[in-house]
């Protein structure tokens, strides 16, 4: 990791740590994770939830996913530093030093907790902390090194939002909200091995055991596959028990035959840039299904 020289401050050097801090924030992935929340908040009773409360709801998920993301970009530093499509990042290049990103991190964290505690709920709070805890600490400095199933375990992490966002309303954990993460934590190895597929040198180089590393590309495919099929069964549970409308499963069955069908293409075809596609369609496919159920949720028929 390159060394971080001191510079005098100015108004450009500024800018340029603002930027940093909020690239290690993974916003992209931030935005998705809170989008999922909302859902799970409106989701959470008949009627529209109080505007400011979802918005202080948000916030603080937001905050402390945010802070994980950044603890991600700590710990996997050297690991980033040595892959093709991460070797830019702020810290890995030394534009950021461990201190600053630490310091910022436990910023994002503790004003995230805070909001949540005392303006939402503590149940809510302490259920972001633990996802901050799974995604930072077991998946990223444990699972991620230790075991090709490490996406499968340390998925919960990610899957949490909608949970948090209903708890934010309710103050409870109901099985519908569960419902919902287990859509995501279905959802997360196909859309994560996907792209590990298309990284599969970059993970072997720094020695991480992602699935396409230690089972090869093919097996990877066939079980990206299996997992579209079972992401298909998991999403119509919601409309099974009554959660959700037709709306909602008509859409989603859409969205599922696409997804199952980019995984087929994937697994039969040798095209290098399936995986990418497969991946990019994984993304859009959940952004969409969560849309679809926050409009089925007023339009029930």
């Not at 599922?256 to 993304?283: C, E, H, P």
Request: net charge positive; aromatic share 12%.
């Amino acid at each position: 990791m390159q060394r971080i020289h001191s510079q005098p401050f100015s108004i450009s050097s500024l800018f340029s740590l603002m930027k940093d801090l909020y690239e290690i924030t993974k916003p992209k992935v931030v935005f998705m994770l809170v989008i999922t929340a909302i859902v799970g908040m409106v989701l959470a009773q008949p009627s529209l939830p109080s505007l400011m409360l979802i918005v202080i709801a948000s916030l603080g998920i937001g905050l402390l996913s945010a802070a994980a993301a950044a603890m991600n970009h700590i710990v996997d530093q050297r690991i980033d530093a040595r892959m093709a499509q991460t070797y830019n990042r702020p810290i890995a290049k030394g534009r950021l030093s461990n201190g600053q990103a630490i310091a910022f991190s436990l910023l994002l964290a503790g004003a995230g907790f805070v909001l949540l505690y005392f303006e939402v709920n503590p149940l809510t709070a302490w259920l972001t902390l633990a996802s901050l805890f799974g995604y930072a600490v077991v998946y990223t400095l444990v699972l991620k090194r230790l075991t090709p199933q490490n996406i499968v375990i340390g998925g919960l992490a990610g899957a949490m939002p909608p949970l948090l966002g209903w708890t934010s309303i309710t103050g409870e954990i109901h099985p519908h909200a569960l419902l919902l993460v287990m859509i995501i934590f279905t959802w997360t190895p196909p859309h994560f091995w996907a792209l590990a597929i298309h990284r599969k040198d970059d993970y072997a180089r720094v020695n991480i055991p992602m699935l396409p590393v230690t089972h090869g590309s093919q097996f990877t495919k066939t079980t990206i596959l299996m997992y579209t099929l079972l992401l298909t069964l998991v999403c119509i549970l919601p409309y099974l028990v009554g959660m959700t409308g037709k709306l909602y499963l008509i859409a989603s069955l859409i969205l599922n035959f696409g997804f199952i069908r980019y995984a087929w293409l994937l697994k039969v075809k040798q095209d290098k840039q399936l995986a990418m596609d497969t991946f990019k369609y994984s993304i859009w496919h959940l952004l969409v299904l969560f849309i679809v159920l926050l409009v089925d949720h007023f339009v029930y028929f």
